[in-house]
Antibody, heavy 118, light 108 residues
Framework: QVQLVESGGGLVKPGGSLRLSCAASGFTFSDYFMSWFRQAPGRGPEWVSY????????YYADSVKGRFTISRDNAKNLLYLQMNSLRAEDTAVYYC???????????WGQGTLVTVSS | EIVLTQSPGTLSLSPGERATLSCRASQSVSSSYLAWYQQKPGQAPRLLIY???SRATGIPDRFSGSGSGTDFTLTISRLEPEDYAVYYCQLYANSRWTFGQGTKVEIK
C-alpha cells in the first residue's frame, strides 16, 4: 500500500535550518510528481513546493522562495525539503503528498511538526 | 493571484441531510484543476474530488462535485457520521496551488 512518512521536524530558532525527509513506499516513486504542504495551527493547508517526477521542474510558493529547496532521490524513494532562514511564521505541520493528474494529490503523509521559536 | 472563497464557513446539519458547499474563484478557472479535500482533526487532507466532478478512488458516491468557470459545488447527498469534518477546495493555476479557507460541517 502507498505510504508516505515524513521526518526531520522539530524545534528550531529563528534564522535556523531544518531538512525534512519524506520516505515513499508502495508505488513507483519516480513516476509521480510530489509536493510539500504545510498547515499552521488552526489554519487551512498551504502549498509550499512542487517537484516533477524527474526533478527538473520545481515551483515554490512566494512565502518560501529563496529560503526553501525541494529535491528528490528517485533511487532511494526520498523527497526532501531544505528549509533555511526559518521564521516564526513557518511554524506548521509539514506534509508531503503524491501528485496525480490533473494536478491534485491523492496520498498524504501523517505530517511532521516544525516549530520556529526562540 | 486567484483567490478561492468558500461558503458557508460553518454548516450545521443532521445525519441524513444534504450538504451543499460552495467554492467561488476570483476569476474564471479551468475545472480540470479544481479539487475538493476532507480533513478531520489530527489527520492529513483526503482527496475527494478532482477535475471538479470526478470522485477519487474509494470515495463513496454520496459525494459529488460540479461547477465551472468561477462557481463550484461539493454536495454530500446524505450525511453520515463520518462526514463531519472540514472541507477545502483547491485550485492549480499558474504553477501554484491555492486552497479556500474551508467549510466546517458540524452536527446539528
Amino acid at each position: 500500500q502507498v505510504q508516505l512518512v515524513e521526518s526531520g521536524g522539530g524545534l528550531v530558532k529563528p534564522g535556523g535550518s531544518l531538512r525534512l525527509s519524506c520516505a515513499a513506499s508502495g508505488f513507483t516513486f519516480s513516476d509521480y510528481f510530489m509536493s510539500w504542504f504545510r498547515q499552521a495551527p488552526g489554519r487551512g493547508p498551504e502549498w509550499v513546493s512542487y517537484i516533477d517526477s524527474g526533478g527538473s521542474a520545481i515551483y515554490y510558493a512566494d512565502s518560501v522562495k529563496g529560503r526553501f529547496t525541494i529535491s528528490r532521490d528517485n533511487a532511494k524513494n526520498l523527497l526532501y525539503l531544505q528549509m533555511n532562514s526559518l521564521r516564526a511564521e513557518d511554524t506548521a505541520v509539514y506534509y508531503c503528498a503524491r501528485g496525480v493528474a490533473p494536478r491534485s494529490f491523492d496520498y498524504w503523509g501523517q505530517g511532521t511538526l516544525v516549530t520556529v521559536s526562540s | 493571484e486567484i483567490v478561492l472563497t468558500q461558503s458557508p464557513g460553518t454548516l450545521s446539519l443532521s445525519p441524513g441531510e444534504r450538504a451543499t458547499l460552495s467554492c467561488r474563484a476570483s476569476q474564471s478557472v479551468s475545472s480540470s484543476y479544481l479539487a475538493w479535500y476532507q480533513q478531520k482533526p489530527g489527520q492529513a487532507p483526503r482527496l475527494l474530488i478532482y477535475g471538479a466532478s470526478s470522485r477519487a478512488t474509494g470515495i463513496p458516491d454520496r459525494f459529488s462535485g460540479s461547477g465551472s468557470g468561477t462557481d463550484f459545488t461539493l454536495t454530500i447527498s446524505r450525511l453520515e457520521p463520518e462526514d463531519y469534518a472540514v472541507y477545502y477546495c483547491q485550485l492549480y493555476a499558474n504553477s501554484r496551488w491555492t486552497f479556500g479557507q474551508g467549510t466546517k460541517v458540524e452536527i446539528k
